[in-house]
């Protein structure tokens, strides 16, 4: 009898599990180098996750160098699929050089629900050079209505001092209050930039890239790269939540079971005793 009440129970705890589905795209960008004032963008997403995404799109944002009126998109993209195309790019520059680029996705769940993706590429006009500056981005945590705060850290590794544009590329579901500066970096200096990250009703569970241009120019040459960290949005923590009551609910329910069970048994184990 003890054991079947224990079954149920059992049974009872893990209705509350649910298999959570997702949607999972990767997404890859190809190039040739610029010789004249545009060139073609190729790229291609592939869909690996278990949940179909609908209403895709995929743009190239706009920059001080670059221009497009290209979209690519798919109303539906199922899991396995894989959604590839080319887009014009005109290059609005004039210097030979690294020049880095966003990719922006948008697609919706089953609920259309909104999520957006951002993907880096360097376009190279000319010719190119690696970038002397180098720049990361923390990892950071926060709640689908809250805020926080993101470092990027900046080293030069020349021996000459570069003046650097800064722009930061967030999802729709993210927002910053300044996204553009510029600073001067010293020989082999290192800075650190904070920036508050808000949640825009960002989907909890879900992680979000985030990516910094890091550009100067200098002897005639552009130079770009990025720095990249995540922003991952987390349940907001509660000290007490209902799935934490229900757990103590049918922990007492256990226990108060058991006790019960003792005590007919010890009640019965006395009558046997008795009768003899």
């Not at 795209?25 to 869909?47: A, E, G, M, Y």
């Not at 209403?55 to 001080?64: M, R, Y």
């Not at 957006?116 to 180098?134: E, F, R």
């Not at 930039?193 to 241009?213: R, V, W």
């Amino acid at each position: 009898m003890m054991k079947k009440i224990f079954l149920i129970l059992i049974f009872l705890l893990s209705i509350s599990l649910a298999a959570a589905t997702y949607i999972t795209i990767t997404t890859t960008i190809s190039s040739q180098v610029i010789l004249d004032n545009s060139t073609t963008l190729h790229v291609s997403l592939k869909q690996s996750g278990d949940e179909a995404a609908y209403d895709v799109n995929v743009e190239p944002l706009a920059t001080q160098y670059f221009s497009s009126e290209d979209i690519l998109n798919k109303d539906k993209l199922n899991p396995g699929e894989t959604l590839s195309g080319n887009m014009t790019l005109s290059f609005l520059g004039t210097l030979p050089g690294k020049y880095p680029l966003v990719v922006l996705t948008i697609y919706h769940d089953a609920n259309m629900y909104p999520f957006s993706t951002l993907s880096p590429h360097i376009l190279t006009y000319k010719k190119g050079y690696p970038s002397g500056i180098y720049g990361s981005i923390n990892q950071i945590e926060i709640s689908k209505d809250g805020s926080g705060y993101i470092t990027l850290s900046l080293r030069n590794l020349d021996e000459t001092t570069h003046t650097i544009n800064i722009k930061l590329y967030l999802p729709r579901e993210l927002n910053a209050g300044e996204t553009e500066k510029i600073i001067s970096l010293g020989p082999k200096e290192e800075k650190e930039l904070k920036y508050k990250i808000s949640s825009m009703g960002a989907l909890p569970g879900s992680t979000y890239s985030i990516l910094a241009s890091l550009e100067y120019e200098e002897n005639g040459y552009h130079y770009g790269t990025f720095a990249s960290g995540l922003v991952k949005i987390v349940e907001k923590k509660e000290v007490f939540g209902l799935s934490q009551w229900w757990i103590g609910i049918v922990v007492v329910i256990l226990i108060t079971i058991f006790v019960i069970y003792q005590f007919w048994s010890w009640k019965n184990e006395k009558k046997k005793k008795r009768k003899k």
